[in-house]
């Protein structure tokens, strides 16, 4: 039921607007950027080592004086060690996950400091950086906040929401968080339950279809759900919202823009009056739904990109020439042996290629699962679980979960069918592109993204979606694999070196 | 080429205008600096001095590499083969390690650490104790089997890669088989020089043994904690193929890829040479095991271990001993090459080398972000451990890496002075502890327990204040009592 439709998104999405120098990226620019920078260096390698006088005496026990084969001059060389070059440590400024502060820094309660922790974030990202101080701050701020997929706009509100939560009271709904579909509704519920494994007292409940029991309440301070149900619930009664802080809707731009959901968040927003604070993340806002959650998140913080910021450097992006639309099995096949593949997500159009491909897969010995539509809330949520512990390595899906999925393992996606939309797929689909290879590429990892295409109408469409992002596309042949293969390699090589470096 | 060109025409037309742009903001290699006056004369060397976290009841480092060589410095030394057969190691052979000196009644004085004194030699002595090193430009010809003038310590290749690297040698906290390991992974590397070459004189062999060295990526990729015997069996198979391929590589020794070379055995399958062939694909196997390691266990740690299960099983096979003994050693090499805080190197991270000690990748010149090379150790100790940690007691077959080299690792680690500590350390021991604590609580009983107490209780809270990747080994700490009631604190 909460499937997101992408004909009628696609119908009213209107293109981004051109560039120009207003619409600057991260427009609430915090003065410590500028301020702090005498101290990057320091910072950003979790510097461990002591002050340099000592290095010098550090480097001596260390290198022992092997020079002479490599063409040094001696034990006089020993006695210094060059130092990394200060590009290199502060990392990219330009980079989504660039940033100077730690966590610490940004006042963050020790509790949730140590869920942070525990799941491997180190230093808050780019986006993170510039809204969390906006969003802990007192009194409570709307936001609008857009950065690219996979860099942390979920952690970012879930630290918000804990942080606006009166501990006192567990069983009264404080914080509500809405998501397009189920997946993500469950998604966002696990970061919550992450991030605040150490909080002590926290409760969270998920509201998506057959979670709730009808006419138990809902007793839990954090209440992650998708619209309808939630709607429901408070329509029932089930669901006390007197006391409700905050309210926050992931891939705001989906919900907003398609009319059954949109009308559904409306409805909730409506029921919650004495809500403090309301946020909107997503890394895609179209300029007329933009327009739209200026409304619905009054006088909020903005942050924005440029359409050229929105793709993500880690993700290689590459399209495969095939002979039909037949010969696209054999040629999936082979990919595997390419790369190093840890997860793989398979994106088709129709739910009956989704099936044909696992079988086949299964046949080959892969472990695969397939999701659409066609199937059962619960089931959904059983088989996405079994992809995301890594039971299942492969996942082939429709454009149901083209967005906000958050497996970190997966390293490949494949478009196995162009992104289409309008009248009978009449134009590209950019946007569910882009949210389609953000699946891969999480946290500036190294992804990769191939696009099927074996017909005019399917390289015409790539075409267009490559020249709207301005990305650069890499042919891959099937005809010699061992040329393929070093393609591939050289080019996730040089997006590696990319992620580092200061190349937009 | 072309790609790069593309890219680099990007880069140039980018709004921020740049290619150019990270050229000018690099800063200029620093000159040497004055050398520091050297650090005051330590007492007296001690070459008989316990390598860290060595029981002491075991041998002392009997490494060939670390002892004094009699070879002048431009002169290749004797030939690997020799070299390696004349100062067999014991490491491998090593039981479990006695339980006395882990069995002290009281957790709280570091069952690994020598008096922080002791660590930090003068810097003229390990001069004279250094293996000879080979100089870096002779790479003999691409002829395997090995020529009689081949050079058993070979350039170090990520050395090589940094102008004015030193090589890690000196310390007396590296483990025995650190720089054998190098070599190892050298001989590797020439064997697949050599035999990538002789292939392309042959552009339809070439297709074929392409197409058979890709199937070893796919079915480990599909390994599961599920159905691994069949994926197993795949890679199984694809070795077996390229022992029995007639092809025009010969036959090389295995014990140029070897710790602790056997002597023939009775009824062995292999007692001679192996087929060149075989140890290429052995070795791409190994590569494709720590690239998925590297890749998969970076963020999913329970990953790695579906992925050791299937190698040390692989590497156990009869099939493919030689003289009776795995051929691990060549996955070994690997990880030694790419996750180097394993074996005992230490680094400062703020410094070219010492990020070159560390395993610090870079990619066209420059560092892969630290999210990577963080991601990427955080896999490779995961997988580390999950080689280590595998109960072979019901097993037939011996433990090609018994579960004392995991010991070591940690206790390596966590000997590290609180001045010679990084990020890539704890990152490191995080991953090596991260989900294993209940196997390494079987093997050692309450020793682990003192040992985890050290690794994520004493040894973090001496770390620099405001490091993160210290700071969440700690947090481990806590979540182990919080999920599963462990409490080392």
Same mark, same amino acid.
């Given at each position: ?504 | ?11 140039? *037309? ?12 690099? *800063? ?10 050297? +650090? ?66 009281? +957790? ?153 070379? +056997? ?227």
């Amino acid at each position: 039921m909460s499937d997101p439709k992408p004909a009628s998104l696609a119908d009213r999405i209107t293109q981004p607007a051109p560039l120009d120098g207003a619409s600057a990226s991260f427009t609430p620019v915090s003065t410590k950027t500028a301020s702090a920078s005498a101290s990057w260096a320091d910072e950003v390698a979790s510097p461990t080592g002591p002050p340099k006088t000592e290095e010098a005496s550090l480097a001596d026990a260390q290198v022992d004086g092997q020079v002479e084969p490599l063409g040094g001059s001696g034990l006089h060389d020993a006695t210094y060690e060059v130092e990394v070059k200060l590009s290199d440590l502060q990392g990219d400024a330009n980079s989504p996950l660039y940033s100077i502060q730690s966590f610490e820094e940004l006042g963050i309660n020790p509790e949730i400091l140590k869920g942070i922790y525990s799941m491997n974030f180190k230093k808050p990202s780019k986006i993170q950086e510039k809204a969390l101080p906006l969003l802990i701050r007192d009194p409570p701020t709307n936001m609008i906040a857009q950065s690219q997929s996979g860099t942390g706009k979920t952690a970012a509100f879930v630290i918000t929401i804990l942080s606006r939560l009166d501990y006192t009271k567990p069983e009264q709904p404080q914080a509500l968080c809405l998501a397009p579909s189920r997946e993500l509704a469950r998604q966002i519920e696990g970061v919550v339950r992450s991030i605040g494994q150490f909080v002590n007292g926290l409760t969270i409940q998920a509201a998506v279809p057959g979670a709730v029991e009808r006419g138990a309440k809902v007793k839990a301070m954090v209440v992650v759900g998708t619209p309808g149900t939630v709607m429901d619930l408070i329509k029932r009664r089930q669901f006390d919202t007197s006391q409700m802080k905050i309210l926050c809707l992931d891939e705001a731009d989906n919900m907003l823009d398609q009319q059954g959901l949109g009308d559904q968040c409306l409805r909730v927003k409506q029921m919650i009056p004495a809500v403090k604070q309301i946020l909107l993340f997503s890394a895609t806002f179209p300029e007329e739904v933009m327009r739209y959650a200026k409304q619905f998140s009054p006088s909020a913080n903005s942050i924005e990109l440029k359409r050229d910021e929105l793709t993500v450097r880690g993700i290689s992006q590459m399209y495969m020439d095939c002979p039909s639309d037949d010969g696209k099995y054999e040629i999936l096949a082979n990919l595997y042996g390419l790369m190093t593949i840890g997860s793989s997500i398979i994106f088709v159009k129709k739910r009956e290629t989704a099936d044909n491909i696992s079988a086949r897969l299964i046949g080959d010995g892969h472990q695969v699962v397939a999701v659409h539509g066609a199937f059962e809330g619960a089931e959904r949520d059983s088989i996405l679980e079994q992809f995301r512990t890594g039971q299942s390595k492969v996942l082939i899906t429709t454009n149901v979960l083209a967005r906000g999925i958050d497996v970190s393992s997966v390293s490949m996606v494949i478009n196995y069918d162009i992104p289409m939309k309008g009248r009978s797929d009449s134009e590209p689909d950019a946007e569910t592109y882009l949210h389609r290879i953000g699946r891969t590429g999480r946290f500036g990892r190294v992804g990769v993204s191939i696009s099927f295409v074996f017909d005019r109408k399917s390289y015409v469409a790539l075409q267009q979606i490559a020249t709207h992002y301005g990305i650069d596309l890499i042919r891959l042949d099937t005809d010699d694999w061992d040329t393929t293969e070093k393609i591939v390699k050289s080019v996730i090589r040089s997006s590696r070196a990319g992620t580092n470096m200061n190349n937009n | 080429m072309e790609l790069d060109e593309l890219r680099l025409k990007k880069r140039a *037309i980018g709004p921020k205008g740049t290619a150019g742009g990270r050229k000018a903001r690099r *800063i200029p290699k620093i000159p040497p600096r004055l050398p520091t006056p050297p +650090p005051p004369p330590v007492q007296k060397p001690r070459p008989s001095q316990t390598p860290a976290g060595q029981p002491p009841s075991t041998n002392t480092p009997s490494s060939d590499s670390l002892k004094p060589q009699p070879t002048s410095f431009g002169q290749p030394p004797a030939t690997t083969l020799n070299h390696v057969q004349q100062k067999p190691q014991q490491q491998i052979s090593q039981p479990t390690p006695t339980p006395n000196p882990f069995s002290q009644p009281k +957790p709280t004085p570091n069952p690994f650490s020598q008096p922080p004194t002791q660590s930090n030699p003068p810097a003229t002595f390990p001069a004279q104790q250094r293996p000879a090193q080979a100089p870096p430009t002779t790479i003999p010809a691409p002829t395997f089997p090995p020529q009689p003038t081949l050079n058993p310590v070979q350039p170090v290749s990520q050395a090589s890669k940094t102008n004015g690297q030193k090589v890690e040698s000196s310390a007396s906290h590296l483990l025995p088989e650190t720089n054998r390991l190098l070599e190892i992974h050298g001989n590797l590397k020439r064997l697949r020089k050599y035999i990538n070459a002789g292939l392309e004189q042959d552009p339809p062999f070439k297709k074929q043994i392409g197409n058979l060295r890709r199937k070893l990526k796919p079915p480990l990729g599909q390994l599961t904690q599920n159905s691994k015997q069949n994926q197993r069996e795949k890679i199984v198979n694809i070795l077996l193929e390229s022992l029995a391929i007639p092809n025009q590589f010969g036959l090389c020794d295995p014990a140029m890829f070897m710790l602790d070379p +056997p002597e023939p055995q009775e009824g062995a399958r292999y007692n001679g040479e192996m087929p060149s062939l075989f140890i290429y694909f052995v070795s791409h196997f190994a590569k494709a095991v720590v690239g998925q390691w590297a890749q998969e266990a970076s963020t999913k740690p329970t990953a790695a271990l579906p992925i050791g299960v299937a190698a040390v099983s692989i590497f156990a096979r009869p099939d493919f001993l030689w003289r009776g003994k795995p051929l691990i050693d060549i996955l070994l090499a690997k990880i030694r090459h790419e996750c180097p805080v394993i074996f005992g190197l230490r680094g400062n991270e703020k410094t070219e080398e010492g990020r070159a000690r560390l395993g610090w990748k870079r990619e066209k010149g420059v560092w892969f972000d630290e999210q990577s090379h963080m991601d990427r150790m955080t896999g490779l100790g995961a997988g580390y451990a999950s080689l280590c940690l595998r109960d072979f007691s019901k097993s037939t077959m011996k433990h090609p890496w018994p579960p004392t080299h995991y010991w070591q690792a940690i206790a390596v680690i966590v000997s590290t002075p609180p001045n010679e500590t990084s990020s890539t350390q704890y990152t490191v021991l995080k991953a090596l502890i991260n989900e294993n604590e209940g196997s390494f609580l079987k093997f050692y009983g309450s020793a682990a327990r003192a040992a985890l107490r050290v690794a994520l209780v004493d040894f973090p809270s001496q770390a620099p204040k405001g490091n993160v990747a210290a700071a969440s080994l700690q947090v481990l700490a806590d979540q182990m009592a919080q999920n599963g009631g462990l409490r080392v604190r």
